[in-house]
């Protein structure tokens, strides 16, 4: 459980388009990573490549490392299927399986690993859907379709199917933006509560939210229209909101951007 | 949105039926904006509006109509013989209605052989179709799933009269091989018992792979359709969770176009039960009974009124053939109600 990330030399491309030019970085684990930038600048892209669901789109492809505790999961031997059991992602938009309940939704992803006892099922359930902060809401209703909860909660249901089998870490792709400011704070709270036990990379729009719940950030940006995206910075999460190094980190933040 | 009184522009709108209440500032000035009633007349509609509600209730009261009138005009006909049938209509299994002083016709064998036919070609068609559409939608890379699809749709578009020659002619031959040794090994069970027939091939066995074959595109191109609309958000979820190729289908795809898969084959089915030519070239006429073997002769509603309406010279014996019409369109009829049950049952599509 929570292990490290680090990217090294990490170039991204769709077919022949450079997407992301040259990423190293390292994130520790039990700590929110957030990564912050205009759109197109790659955060998203950089965040899919790190549980190998970039190349499910045809002709993506990536080159460099990114090492999981020191093993590259990009290695000639390594299963993407398997990757992506161990590092688990929350999407933009709520996306709970429609045709499952609430519980099968939540212990989906225990059931692909082929692990099948009622009990056990039931008891992780609960103790992910406690661990999203959806228990108290839902624990009357499990057999019930997950497409009936608010979209707040319906996040809050994938959060709980993404740790229900303990990942080694935690991605989250915007998982607010389609949220109320209410639902947002809820997620907010739980995210600083999951990082104790989780390694934790989000992708936000929000710089308010980066600096609220992230221990560092990272920001990205296009060095121009049609060139390929590039970590600008990374550091502590206050350092990089009061005092960045790079004046284009500067820029973004206070809003002086373009 | 909710259907309110349309096009009125007033900012009020917005909020559709939700609020009752009028808002101060957003009514219109001189009269206070009336209560919705969803289709109610009473609110000013813009013509086009009307015109267009006009059309489209027209043509849907057009179909029904039309469905109402051909049942009509069948029972109308259908009536006279069976009043004047000597034999029981519905356990009878001889068909004879060319003598109108002597009517003689039973609906049993043709009904059997027509649903023998068709749920055979319906058991061969499904598996495949259901396979070709997950590989158009989910393995097979753009480039090949494109035209893979058009060959796949342009089988629809050969004739069946086309499908009746090569049936006889071509396939019967290939198949006979299979066809005996069916019967030696499992000619115990009644559907591979020695049929019928003596004319090699001319049976259900052959007509019902024929059929499989020309209600394949039907089941495909709707389930690929199907197929091809689940979600990325779905397919995505289960990826991230490490499904691999086989249970992303099982977990999004095949839930999400279960329904429509059972439609498709259902508008297959339908196709098959009123196939004619095909059939017609393919089945062996034979006097013999039915005994349920794939390898037996006989006809099928829509090939036995093909084959015989020709002849036809009064509107007794023409209204003999017309009753097992009717029977047919009944039995379409019972089967789209099976699908719709079946779609209703396996819960709606999200």
């Known amino acids: 459980m929570a292990k490290r990330l680090d990217l090294k030399d990490v170039d991204i491309y769709y077919g022949k388009f450079h997407a992301v030019d040259s990423v190293s970085l390292a994130v520790p684990p039990r700590s929110v990573t957030a990564f912050i930038g205009p759109s197109g600048c790659g955060k998203s892209t950089v965040l899919r490549t790190l549980n190998r669901m970039h190349e499910v789109i045809p002709g993506a492809r990536v080159d460099g490392e990114i090492l999981l505790d020191g093993e590259n999961i990009y290695g000639p031997s390594v299963d993407p299927v398997s990757v992506r059991r161990t590092i688990g992602m929350v999407f933009q938009r709520p996306n709970p399986f429609p045709t499952m309940s609430i519980r099968d939704n939540v212990v989906a992803g225990l059931k692909l690993q082929g692990r099948k006892g009622k009990k056990e099922l039931d008891e992780v359930a609960e103790r992910a859907l406690r661990g999203a902060n959806l228990w108290n809401e839902v624990k009357d209703r499990l057999a019930k379709p997950g497409g009936g909860l608010s979209g707040g909660q319906q996040q809050r249901l994938c959060i709980a199917r993404a740790i229900a089998v303990q990942p080694d870490v935690l991605l989250m792709d915007e998982p607010c933006s389609a949220l109320d400011p209410i639902s947002t704070l809820a997620i907010e709270d739980l995210i600083s509560e999951l990082k104790a036990d989780y390694t934790i990379v989000i992708v936000t729009h929000n710089m308010q939210q980066a600096a609220r719940v992230s221990d560092q950030t990272a920001f990205f940006n296009l060095r121009a229209t049609g060139e390929p995206g590039r970590l600008v910075e990374i550091d502590d999460t206050p350092k990089m909101f009061s005092n960045p190094t790079e004046q284009a980190t500067e820029d973004y933040i206070s809003g002086r951007f373009g | ?350």
Do not use: C
């Open chain 2, 1 to 350: 949105m909710t259907d309110g009184p349309a096009g009125t522009g007033e900012p009020g709108d917005r909020w559709g039926g939700s609020v009752s209440a009028p808002v101060p500032e957003a009514g219109i000035p001189t009269e206070p904006r009336p209560p919705d009633e969803g289709t109610s007349g009473a609110t000013f509609v813009q013509r086009g509006d009307r015109i267009f509600r006009f059309l489209a209730t027209g043509s849907g009261a057009f179909v029904v109509a039309l469905i109402g009138a051909i049942g009509l005009f069948l029972l109308i006909q259908a009536v006279p013989p069976l009043l004047q049938n000597n034999a029981d209509f519905l356990t009878s299994r001889q068909f004879e209605a060319g003598d109108p002083n002597n009517l003689h016709f039973g609906i049993l064998d043709l009904l059997l052989v027509t649903v023998e036919v068709s749920l055979f070609a319906l058991v061969l068609a499904m598996p495949i179709g259901l396979g070709i559409a997950l590989f158009l939608t989910q393995y097979a890379p753009a480039r090949v799933a494109r035209p893979f699809g058009y060959l796949v749709d342009l089988l629809a578009a050969v004739p069946s009269i086309i499908f009746g020659l090569w049936g006889l002619f071509v396939l019967a031959p290939v198949i006979q091989p299979f066809a005996l040794w069916l019967q030696d090994n499992l000619g115990w069970f009644f559907l591979f018992s020695p049929g019928n027939v003596q004319i090699a091939g001319a049976t259900v066995f052959t007509a019902g792979i024929v059929l499989a074959v020309m209600i394949l595109p039907i089941i495909t191109a709707i389930s690929r359709e199907v197929f091809a609309r689940t979600p990325r958000a779905h397919i995505e979820a289960a990826l991230a969770l490490g499904a691999t190729k086989w249970e992303v289908v099982r977990m999004t795809v095949w839930p999400f176009g279960r329904a429509g898969y059972v439609s498709a084959s259902m508008l297959g089915l339908g196709r098959a039960l009123g196939e004619t030519i095909a059939l017609m070239i393919i089945l062996a006429a034979t006097p013999a009974i039915f005994t349920g073997s794939l390898f037996d002769g006989g006809a099928t509603f829509a090939s036995k009124i093909a084959l015989s309406f020709a002849e036809l010279n009064n509107n007794l014996s023409a209204g003999a053939f017309i009753a097992a019409g009717l029977v047919l369109f009944v039995l379409t009829f019972l089967v789209n109600a099976a699908a719709r049950w079946v779609i209703a049952r396996s819960g709606a599509k999200a």
